[in-house]
């Protein structure tokens, strides 16, 4: 009977030191890192959308003939603020669909800052400089929070793909990849802009 307890208690043991490395909790806390990581994005994302009816009540105030170009900011940041994709629903798909309304409002915010050039008063006015310090800011956390999105995709996609631990996913958890956020316009940004004067 002791020996069979022995026996018992040592082949417990290996099946817990092999268990602990199958992706029982790997996989779940990488799958958590993913979420996490994710809802950061949109929390920048986020933040810059609600800078941006500041950034434009600014400098309509100073250049409010420039319609066109404060409806186009106004327009995209609608679209961008529609398009919410939550961590359960994150396909390539969907993530082409932020992404492209994403890059809309950028684009859109670009052509306002070159708008904003034109007018040193509006340059010079105290709001607007706040404004375009603290969207720089949010760009640059946007940057870093997809950078941390990537880096914890990178992760989750290794465990569920690599062995052992993708053999516990296949078993138990059957997760699949997740998507990765990528250029759309290669081709266009692939050089470096030559700069002539």
Not at 159 to 187: G, H, M, R
Request: aromatic share 6%; glycine share 4%.
């Amino acid at each position: 009977m002791k020996k069979l307890n022995l026996v018992c208690s040592v082949l417990l043991g290996i099946a817990s030191l092999n268990l602990s490395g199958c992706g029982m909790q790997s996989i779940p806390r990488a799958q958590n890192d993913v979420d996490a990581a994710w809802s950061e994005v949109q929390n920048q994302y986020k933040r810059r959308a609600d800078l941006i009816p500041n950034l434009v009540a600014t400098v309509k105030g100073y250049a409010g003939h420039e319609k066109e170009t404060l409806e186009a900011v106004t327009n995209a940041r609608a679209r961008a603020t529609q398009t919410n994709v939550s961590a359960e629903s994150l396909t390539p798909e969907n993530l082409k669909k932020f992404s492209a309304a994403q890059g809309e409002l950028s684009s859109a915010l670009s052509r306002l800052m070159v708008v904003a050039e034109k007018y040193p008063d509006l340059k010079a006015n105290e709001n607007f400089r706040d404004l375009q310090v603290q969207l720089e800011g949010t760009e640059n956390r946007v940057t870093i929070a997809r950078q941390r999105y990537i880096e914890a995709v990178n992760i989750f996609n290794k465990l569920v793909t690599v062995p052992p631990t993708s053999w516990y996913n296949s078993i138990f958890l059957k997760n699949e990849k997740k998507p990765q956020f990528a250029v759309d316009n290669l081709d266009q940004v692939k050089d470096a802009p030559k700069v002539t004067f």
